[in-house]
């Protein structure tokens, strides 16, 4: 059973295990409880340190707080706002992490991850535990799911598949200290963040 994020209540939590499957040459899904995933990101981020690397927060419209889904719904959408932040070393992506990993991995409403900005391979970090991930060689980030304990599956059951009309999933704001995610692009300002096609000295 995962260890879901604080902000993703789940009707079958028994149903989900620390798993990852391939689909085709180029994609991984995963499940991965709450407290590996800084770690998977940080060891994605060092595979990608000799090329400049990104960071992206995708933020939902601040009115929609809390959010049910049931089977077939899709809550990410067009009208989400894209913030990134360009140049981010492997150093930076620890103290970003420290700095804010609680709020980004435990908020049910977001999502973010890395990406390379040469080899375009991007891990995404999205709601009840899943892991997205696409890069031109998939094996490396085999290795890291496994050295954390993630098993290869051929048919990963996500908590997407356990929702039904009856008992959907819970999506909500996660707060620690008084800041949740939507604070994030004030608070990281003076990182470089841009929201998506609002780029500085533009």
Wanted: proline content about 5%.
């Amino acid at each position: 059973m995962l260890k879901m994020f604080k902000g993703c209540e789940v009707p079958c939590p028994e149903k989900l295990y620390n798993e990852y499957e391939a689909l085709g040459d180029n994609m991984l899904n995963a499940n991965a409880d709450a407290d590996k995933v800084e770690a998977i990101l940080l060891d994605f981020v060092e595979l990608h340190q000799d090329e400049p690397i990104y960071f992206f927060l995708e933020l939902p419209p601040e009115y929609r707080s809390e959010l049910q889904v049931s089977s077939g719904q899709n809550i990410i959408g067009e009208d989400n706002d894209t913030y990134y932040i360009d140049n981010i070393t492997p150093a930076k992506a620890r103290e970003l992490l420290a700095l804010y990993g609680e709020i980004l991995i435990n908020d049910g409403i977001s999502r973010f991850g890395f990406g390379g900005n040469f080899s375009n391979d991007h891990l995404v970090v999205d709601k009840y535990n899943v892991l997205n991930l696409f890069a031109q060689e998939i094996e490396p980030v085999q290795a890291i799911f496994e050295r954390h304990g993630l098993v290869r599956t051929d048919s990963l059951v996500t908590a997407w598949d356990t929702f039904t009309e009856e008992e959907p999933g819970v999506c909500t704001r996660y707060v620690k200290e008084d800041v949740d995610v939507f604070a994030l692009p004030a608070l990281l300002g003076s990182w470089g963040i841009y929201l998506l096609n609002i780029r500085p000295d533009e």
